[in-house]
């Protein structure tokens, strides 16, 4: 994948989103081709892949949840939403589950407050969430 760009320091972003997309995080190893391979300094492409958010250097779940815990969804009970999520997973916010297919993410705000509260999978909204129905909207991605 690195042969389509240019070996430069131009083409960095495009390559390690292209990695990320490809993965689904960024791996040591690969970053390690990565500078050999565009001569980029590896200290370089950590600064870059460790500033934005897009990218994660931990492996990530093929479905990204994510809580909105802004001050709408909060007063609305996402926080009821989330110890749901963490009891069904089998994980805390911030971590992968051990197949791989889901990471649990909180965020401060999605934008739909009058939805809330709200959860985002995968790019999918779901509003107006209660505990209960937190499980069957989990079975859509099985």
Do not use: W
């Amino acid at each position: 994948m690195i042969n389509r760009y240019p070996r430069n320091s131009s083409a960095l972003m495009a390559i390690l989103q292209d990695i990320q997309v490809e993965f689904n995080y960024l791996p040591k190893e690969v970053l390690i081709s990565v500078a050999h391979k565009t001569r980029i300094p590896l200290s370089r492409i950590y600064n870059v892949a460790t500033f934005y958010n897009a990218f994660s250097l931990v492996p990530r779940g093929r479905h990204i949840i994510s809580v909105c815990m802004g001050t709408a969804c909060h007063v609305r009970g996402s926080g009821k939403i989330l110890e749901e999520l963490e009891r069904c997973l089998k994980i805390k916010a911030g971590e992968t589950t051990e197949d791989l297919k889901f990471t649990l993410e909180v965020v401060n705000c999605l934008g739909a407050c009058a939805l809330g509260p709200v959860m985002v999978i995968d790019g999918e909204y779901f509003g107006k969430l209660t505990p209960d129905k937190v499980k069957s909207t989990l079975k859509i991605f099985d």
